[in-house]
């Protein structure tokens, strides 16, 4: 997203899950008033996404799922659900 997608996201109801960096909410409150509305941060959910993200850099260890070599939705949702199910076995 780019720069005014702050908006963007307050409109479309999409709620901020990474938190907003010092150097941002210095620039915000130095804007004042204009600076609007700081976006909220969910701790919980944040935790949530970083759970997610690894799972997913596990996943790409994985040479095939990676560089989505299967031609069909079908096979590259095997693969993953296979590649799942091995690092689920891992890790009993």
Known sequence: MGRDAG??????????????????????????RRGGRPPTFDRQIYRQRNIVERCFNQLKGFRGIATRYETTATSYEAAVTLASFLLWARSV
């Open 7 to 32: 908006p963007v996201r307050r409109k479309r109801g999409i709620a901020c899950t990474i938190p907003e960096k010092t150097d941002q909410q210095r620039h915000r409150h130095n804007r004042g």
